[in-house]
């Protein structure tokens, strides 16, 4: 499937987000444009996940949390707690770039944040912008940026406890502490994760894991989650965070049972807000991301990845007017590696100044970004923004976007021993987005298009060394409908993309591991005491190699989950849920098995205030 975007379709760029009619407040975010504003006011094309959503999807994982989004598609190498892709708008894994409570995470050596291990116990909300973000982040948003923000305390002192037990040996234990006065607040909160598993990979012995060994590969996690801050008598305020995750995960790659990873993601960071004038607010930001792995291989330690980003961020934010804010400031990012591998080069710097522009005047909305990078390793780059919105009425919306962006090579990409190529040169990509978003008496609608060109694409050659690939062009569709009918709440998303290579030996094809279609359907009603819901997803076909070879295509799978819950007490909830419900037998990544049908039951305890 081809999609040409002609000028008669980049009218406008759509907001997937737009508040549905009968709620009171729109959700407020922050990751579009780094200062707050309402989601039916962004000119980005953003989702937001809250806490009760994640409640009701009764997810484990944040891949359940994730599976749906508009624009977004998984790749996973064989259940909970392996490698985890996630793809934006069918750019490459590591073109997203990931937050925690406004701190970069993410290792160095592969590019990408790992998934499979950040708690979704830990999570408050989850914030996805779709579509290039370098003019405010610089490197790595070119498919867009996911932020995730820790549970948050205040008020009472209250304590939360939650138990999950279920299929391949699955418990999981909650339990949380949170409390405030009137200026300041705090939340703790631990947990940990098991399950035994199954067999991750099917096996062969020239692909996938290269190894014939049917055995049960299962995950541990553990973690531990602080949030906290305080108001100050002068309006000084200060908060700070920290996430440590430590797992163990099985894997299959030879005929004993002693292959193991062990990994650990940590997160600390804080932030100094303050006025020095009416109509002048600064905020400063400092935080230190940590990805650690060691690698056991028949029970022997064999390899070790320690990754480690200390990042700083000055920020500046004016009123020009009501309706009118400028924001500047400084950035400073360093990198650094500690491996058992030779790597030639273990750390570099990056230096950026951006600022922003956003303004209404009546119907008419703007935002101009621009920022400057300066990487030790690949000099400047300039990037920008552009997006700008009409409203023709309170219920209808369209907005029209540009943004360039670049992502620089990983470590891995460059210097991993034997396989690294210091060649390489910086991906550069050109984005346009169109759409219309608006209301209606049943709740919120959308449609978006967008195309991105990325220069020098890093891809893989025939005997998978990174090289980069001339051009490529990703295009796509998008469209969300969220809506109330009869007491019944109901929640579609569509995805189309069409990522292809349009040069090089492998002109024409798709890329890889992303699915050409994907679509939602949840439907969901209440019954005062109890509730009940169903979701049915379903993803097209996607190859698993660049050249898109037959042996390499991965077929199409649709997913039937169900849901209940019943509130028991004022403070207790029992939650039931089966996942794959027709037991289907699918694959995201080739030999790589995902979960059948499953059963588990949550025991819920959460005082109301």
């Not at 407040?25 to 990751?31: A, E, K, R, S, Y």
């Not at 650990?264 to 100094?272: E, I, R, W």
Request: glycine residues 12%; aromatic residues 10%.
């Amino acid at each position: 499937m081809k999609y040409k975007l002609s000028a008669a379709l980049i009218s406008a760029v759509c907001v997937n987000t737009y508040a549905i009619a009968n709620e009171i407040l729109p959700d407020i975010v922050v990751t579009a444009t780094r200062t707050a504003q309402s989601a039916d006011a962004t000119l980005a094309s953003v989702s937001v996940i809250t806490r009760q959503d994640i409640d009701r999807l009764q997810a484990q994982s944040l891949t359940d949390v994730l599976r749906g989004v508009v624009g977004l598609t998984i790749s996973n190498n064989g259940g909970a707690g392996k490698a985890t892709s996630v793809f934006l708008r069918g750019t490459n894994a590591d073109h997203v770039l990931v937050l925690v409570d406004g701190i970069k995470i993410g290792s160095a050596t592969t590019g990408t944040a790992a998934f499979q291990d950040i708690p979704v116990a830990q999570i408050e909300r989850i914030e996805i912008v779709r579509g290039p973000r370098a003019s405010l982040y610089g490197s790595e948003a070119i498919g867009g940026v996911i932020q995730i923000f820790t549970r948050k305390g205040g008020g009472a002192l209250t304590p939360s406890a939650s138990f999950t037990a279920g299929s391949y040996g699955t418990y999981n234990t909650a339990l949380g502490l949170s409390g405030g006065g009137e200026q300041g607040w705090f939340s703790a909160r631990a947990n940990q994760q098991n399950t035994g598993g199954f067999n991750a990979c099917r096996g062969s012995l020239v692909a996938g894991c290269y190894v014939i060994e049917p055995d049960k590969d299962g995950y541990h996690n553990t973690s531990l989650g602080l949030n906290g801050g305080y108001r100050f008598d002068n309006g000084v305020t200060a908060d700070f965070n920290a996430l440590q995750a430590d797992s163990k995960t099985r894997t299959d790659g030879s005929i004993f049972a002693g292959n193991q990873a062990r990994s650990s993601q940590q997160v600390l960071g804080g932030a100094l807000k303050f006025a020095p004038a009416q109509a002048w607010n600064v905020t400063l930001r400092g935080g230190r991301s940590q990805d650690y792995s060691d690698i056991f291989f028949n029970g022997l330690y064999i390899d070790r990845y320690n990754t480690q980003r200390d990042s700083l961020t000055w920020q500046n934010d004016f009123t020009l007017s009501g309706n009118q804010l400028l924001t500047a400031g400084l950035d400073y990012q360093q990198d650094a590696i500690q491996s058992s591998r030779a790597y030639t080069q273990t750390a570099r710097s990056n230096n950026a100044l951006f600022g922003q522009y956003q303004g209404s005047v009546g119907a008419h909305s703007l935002q101009v970004g621009a920022r400057r990078d300066n990487n030790q390793q690949f000099g400047g780059h300039n990037t920008g923004g552009l997006g700008y919105g009409y409203a023709f009425d309170d219920e209808t919306r369209l907005t029209a976007s540009y943004g360039t962006a670049f992502k620089a090579p990983t470590f891995n990409q460059l210097y991993y021993p034997g396989f690294g190529s210091a060649t390489l040169r910086p991906e550069l990509s050109r984005s346009l987005e169109a759409g219309v978003a608006g209301r209606a008496a049943l709740g919120a609608w959308s449609v978006s298009v967008y195309q991105t060109d990325i220069t020098d694409l890093i891809g893989f050659d025939a005997l998978f060394n990174p090289v980069n690939i001339n051009t490529a062009r990703l295009t796509g569709l998008e469209g969300q409908l969220k809506a109330r009918w009869s007491d019944w709440d109901i929640n579609t998303t569509l995805t189309l993309q069409d990522p292809r290579q349009t040069s090089g030996a492998n002109q024409g094809k798709l890329l890889n591991r992303r699915a050409t279609e994907a679509m939602r359907v949840e439907v969901a009603h209440d019954f005062g005491v109890y509730r009940l819901a169903s979701s049915l997803y379903a993803e097209g076909r996607r190859f698993d190699n660049l050249a898109n070879t037959s042996t390499k295509r991965l077929g199409g799978y649709g997913l039937l989950d169900l849901r209940a819950e019943y509130r028991v007490a004022a403070d207790w909830q029992v939650q039931g849920r089966i996942d794959n419900l027709l037991d289907k037998q699918y694959e995201t990544a080739q030999f790589f098995n995902q979960p059948r049908r499953g059963l588990y039951l949550t025991l819920n305890y959460q005082p109301k205030l």
